[in-house]
């Protein structure tokens, strides 16, 4: 812990000159952050298979406490202060008080646009938007969303175009190689959508069927890598276009991260979840490999929000609560 807040004061130190505008915040500090069960053991998403996932599903429950059944953000953080301080600052982004995030939103409940909720940031809402609000303001920035297609995020984030990416984003080996990423914020897994008169029970099913995939996202990269269905795959730019599609008839399933795939079912009318445990997965914030700064002030502010109640506020928000 004492290793970790040094860390944090020495780039706060180091970095302050070039601080957003209104920044130095001072905050209470908190226990490590509360991936590190998570984090021990990354998910490889390119390796987890429909058998692997019980075995996940235990961890996911050691890591996420407290959140929803299917989504939670990571364990409880002891909230008590000490006299230790993390100094949180806007050191890392291109442009001093802006901080500037890349999504894709058409994945509710995550980010998607709706102006009947009032955020702040324009018409985006959900639970990324919100994070990422109160990371901005933790570092004495404002927040800016690009909208833009998914699979152009990481190389937005990688070309320093945005300082962030966070999308409902899973930590995966391959975007490991391009990105950095934060500390693990959610715990979320693939499922499989069908229509509700199919007697289709899990991946096993979908053998040289059609399936419906966000382009880029795990759900293709999962379908793409199984050999057995990886023929069939019709790729989508969002992912309620496979969902219609699976509605019209035109894929017999769609592979969707699950807190959308409830949102899209209940959208639209004659579909349904299938139960199979396919994968297991985390959710985390990417920034521009070795841009350690702003990684550490990112760290530091979702451990203070995950101490304070804040990142679970959010969650109950948009997921919990309905
Ligand atoms: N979690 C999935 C991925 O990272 C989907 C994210 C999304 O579509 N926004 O690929």
Do not use: W
Not at 27 to 36: L, M, N, Q, S, V
Not at 47 to 61: I, L, Q, R, S
Not at 125 to 137: M, P, S
Request: aromatic share 4%; glycine share 8%.
């Amino acid at each position: 812990m004492k290793k970790t807040l040094s860390v944090f004061l020495a780039a706060a130190l180091a970095f302050g000159m070039m601080a957003c505008s209104n920044a130095n915040t001072t905050t209470p500090a908190t226990e490590a952050p509360a991936t590190e069960a998570a984090s021990a053991e990354e998910v490889t998403t390119e390796e987890v298979t429909a058998e692997a996932a019980d075995a996940e599903t235990e961890k996911a429950a050691e890591v996420g406490e407290g959140g929803s059944e299917d989504n939670e953000v990571g364990e409880e953080v002891s909230a008590e202060s000490s006299d230790d301080a993390v100094v949180i600052t806007g050191a890392g982004v291109k442009t001093a008080g802006t901080l500037v995030m890349s999504t894709n939103a058409e994945f509710p409940p995550y980010e998607y646009h709706d102006s009947a909720t009032d955020t702040g940031i324009g018409d985006f809402a959900g639970i990324d938007v919100e994070i990422a609000k109160a990371i901005a303001e933790k570092m004495g920035c404002e927040l800016k969303i690009e909208d833009i297609a998914f699979d152009s995020i990481v190389p937005q984030v990688n070309s320093g175009m945005a300082d962030m990416g966070m999308a409902g984003m899973t930590v995966t080996e391959d975007r490991k190689k391009n990105v950095d990423f934060s500390d693990t914020y959610a715990i979320s897994r693939q499922v499989i959508v069908v229509k509700e008169d199919s007697e289709f029970v899990g991946v096993e099913d979908l053998a040289g069927k059609r399936i419906g995939v966000q382009q880029g996202t795990t759900g293709d990269i999962l379908a793409s890598g199984d050999k057995n269905i990886s023929e069939g795959v019709e790729r989508y730019n969002k992912a309620m276009e496979a969902i219609q599609s699976l509605s019209q008839g035109m894929v017999d399933a769609v592979i969707v991260d699950i807190e959308p795939a409830k949102v899209f079912v209940s959208e639209v009318t004659g579909l349904k979840i299938l139960d199979q445990e396919y994968t297991l997965e985390e959710y985390a914030i990417c920034v521009k490999k070795g841009n350690t700064e702003l990684l550490d002030n990112i760290n530091a502010a979702l451990a203070v929000l995950k101490a304070d109640g804040t990142l679970d506020a959010i969650v109950d928000k948009y997921i919990n609560a309905k």
